[in-house]
């Protein structure tokens, strides 16, 4: 099976503006969720989409929002970015017949803010 | 309220040798999952392995080995005669339902191999 795929892998935009992150799952998983790294703070969890419901939130500023597709599909966008906003955001699908609690993850996108 | 500590923020070692990541978890629920994951420079999280509260069982895959104990809380892993393609930054995780769908992560372990 292919694994999770993230587009794009590296994006550079300017404060103020806004980005779309794109995420696709291991074929057959119907959750995703979104992870935020930086060197501060380490991984934290943003929000989780499950059949195109928002299943669970992390503790991000409304700036942060997402959405998932009937294809399981998932997108997140950031509006009105920040400098601290640059991080590595990285994708996560889990939902296979036997597990669901293992969560696998894309390459993610890194994001540089200026 | 849950949440992992790794305590070692950063280890080096000779090619080789054995080396012991540490992984100390809290949580109330009777029912989790402990996880490590690591992280190579390209920045991807590769899963390793997963445990249930419910299975101390200790498992050896290869070179790698996790010892799980519930009466410290725990969850260690032990790469044995370790390797330069094994430099990474190792995660470990928890998931609880209490936590949601959220996987609860340590702040991770870098680990340098040299030759």
């Known amino acids: 099976k292919a694994g999770v795929t993230q587009t794009p892998r590296y994006l550079i935009k300017t404060r103020g503006q806004q980005v779309t992150l794109s995420c696709s799952p291991i074929?057959?998983?119907?959750?995703v969720s979104w992870y935020q790294q930086t060197p501060g703070q380490g991984l934290q969890f943003l929000f989780e989409?499950?059949?195109?419901?928002?299943?669970n939130k992390g503790n991000f500023p409304g700036r942060f929002s997402g959405r998932q597709f009937s294809n399981s599909r998932s997108e997140m966008n950031v509006s009105t970015l920040e400098l601290g906003d640059s991080a590595l955001y990285l994708c996560?699908?889990?939902?296979?017949?036997?597990?669901?609690?293992?969560?696998?993850f894309g390459p993610g996108t890194r994001l540089l803010v200026l | 309220a849950q949440k992992v500590t790794q305590a070692q923020t950063e280890i080096s070692v000779v090619e080789k040798e054995d080396v012991t990541l540490d992984c100390v978890y809290e949580?109330?629920?009777?029912?989790?999952?402990l996880f490590w994951y690591k992280q190579p420079p390209s920045g991807e999280l590769v899963f390793l392995i997963r445990?249930?509260?419910?299975?101390?069982q200790n498992e050896i895959s290869g070179r790698y080995s996790w010892n799980f104990q519930k009466s410290t809380s725990s969850f260690n892993f032990t790469i044995t005669a370790s390797q330069v393609v094994d430099s990474a930054v190792y995660f470990c995780a928890l998931f609880t339902n209490q936590a949601g769908t959220a996987l609860i992560f340590g702040k991770g372990t870098t680990l340098s191999v040299s030759s």
């Open positions: 989409y499950f059949s195109e419901t928002q299943r």
């Open positions: 949580t109330r629920d009777t029912t989790y999952y």
């Open positions: 074929s057959g998983h119907r959750s």
């Open positions: 996560a699908s889990s939902g296979g017949d036997r597990d669901t609690q293992t969560q696998y």
């Open positions: 445990r249930n509260s419910f299975d101390e």
